[in-house]
């Protein structure tokens, strides 16, 4: 059996959490799974605002497609369920250029989420949108015909032989880097269900997925049968072990014990799953024992990787968190000011000594540092007969096989 390490997930890559233009992206620009490329100055992040509308441009693009989409039905009655949308996209698997993330594709179900985490890297998607980041978990859009596009998306746009790994390697496709996939929408609308139907039918790819949300249970049986034709790794994200401070944070996350109940369900499934403790937070989640604690309990629920990583702030994202933090943790705001107000990342000391924390819990309890899959299948690259055909040509579009080499 050979073993693989998968792409680690966004998380780790950008010392924050988790987190399109729908029908795509350039290196050149930022998207909304790619992180923008912000330019700097002496060490410091420009924090220029996002995208800023005025009265008289004309919407294009993404934005266009959100104002006109219609309101979709929905059986929740509370006061407090978000507005949900019917989003006509174009394409569910979207193309990441940026070589800061360690995966080509991505795939977000929905756009906006209802767990509304007051640290939320994803926030400046929305301004895609041209709406506020704030209503980031009030306005949820869910992306129609899923199965059909995504089908249509891994036959003609999708590689089993990635230029990254000189042709030896699928291309990675991570689910979730910029909306929860298991969300509340989930129940109703079952986009990411759907999605994965479409991926179980194909063998030898590299999938990850990343989510809050033990509704992820629900799905044992089509991320087993991925997991028997593909690679799969899955990361439940628990930033804290305390539940009234998970409430706090991520008001409609479900608990940490709840998480890690699927973490243990999961990996008693033989699924590759493990933690993501990201973002950690300086003076709220980072005490003494705290994230050893988070670590223990992933341990004992299964979990094969543990990572965290500390919190990235872009703009939007601290339009919400910081003045949460001067209502909830005020003897912290002036740090969070002076560390966050010109720059999105923590004093380059503090990372330090969080990542060798975080080495020397992973090597307490032996424990890796990125997705681990042990590789069941090895499909053979399907050749092209000389002759043209058309029935063969048509069969490996349907079927698409792995290329070990070209």
Not at 66 to 82: C, G, I, L, M, V
Not at 327 to 356: C, T, V
Request: charged share 30%; proline share 7%; net charge positive.
């Amino acid at each position: 059996m050979k073993v693989v390490q998968s792409p680690a997930p966004v998380a780790d890559q950008l010392t924050g959490d988790r987190k399109t233009v729908d029908s795509g992206s350039s290196s050149n620009r930022p998207t909304t799974d790619c992180p923008p490329a912000f330019r700097t100055q002496h060490g410091t992040q420009n924090r220029e605002a996002g995208p800023v509308r005025t009265d008289a441009a004309p919407l294009v693009g993404i934005a266009r497609l959100a104002a006109a989409s219609p309101p979709a039905d929905t059986r929740r009655k509370s006061a407090e369920k978000p507005e949900y949308f019917l989003l006509p996209v174009k394409s569910i698997l979207n193309r990441c250029d940026s070589k800061r993330v360690p995966f080509e594709w991505t795939i977000n179900p929905y756009r906006g989420c209802e767990f509304a985490c007051k640290y939320c890297y994803a926030r400046y998607t929305h301004e895609y949108m041209e709406l506020d980041g704030s209503e980031f978990e009030k306005k949820i859009y869910v992306k129609k015909d899923a199965a059909p596009l995504l089908a249509w998306d891994v036959a003609h746009k999708y590689s089993y032989a990635s230029e990254a790994s000189g042709g030896t390697q699928a291309e990675h496709i991570a689910i979730g880097t910029a909306t929860d996939p298991y969300q509340p929408a989930e129940r109703e609308y079952g986009v990411t269900r759907a999605c994965l139907e479409e991926l179980a039918k194909r063998e030898g790819m590299s999938i990850s997925l990343i989510t809050k949300s033990n509704q992820i249970v629900r799905d044992l049986d089509v991320l087993q049968r991925i997991a028997d034709r593909s690679d799969l790794a899955i990361d439940i994200t628990v930033t804290t072990m305390r539940p009234r401070l998970a409430r706090l944070l991520e008001p409609r996350a479900p608990r940490p014990d709840l998480r890690l109940a699927a973490v243990k369900e999961l990996h008693e499934a033989g699924l590759a799953v493990g933690v993501s403790a990201s973002p950690l937070l300086p003076g709220i989640t980072d005490a003494e024992g705290e994230l050893e604690a988070v670590a223990a309990a992933a341990k004992e629920a299964g979990a094969r990787w543990f990572f965290s990583g500390v919190l990235f702030l872009m703009p939007s994202s601290a339009k919400t968190f910081l003045p949460f933090v001067r209502e909830k943790f005020p003897r912290l705001a002036k740090q969070y000011e002076d560390w966050y107000r010109k720059n999105g990342y923590a004093p380059e000391e503090y990372r330090r000594k969080a990542s060798e924390r975080v080495a020397r819990i992973r090597e307490k309890y032996g424990f890796r540092s990125r997705p681990w899959v042990e590789k069941k299948h090895t499909t053979p690259c399907a050749q092209l007969p000389l002759a043209w055909d058309a029935g063969a040509v048509a069969q490996q579009v349907d079927h698409p096989r792995s290329c070990a080499a070209r």
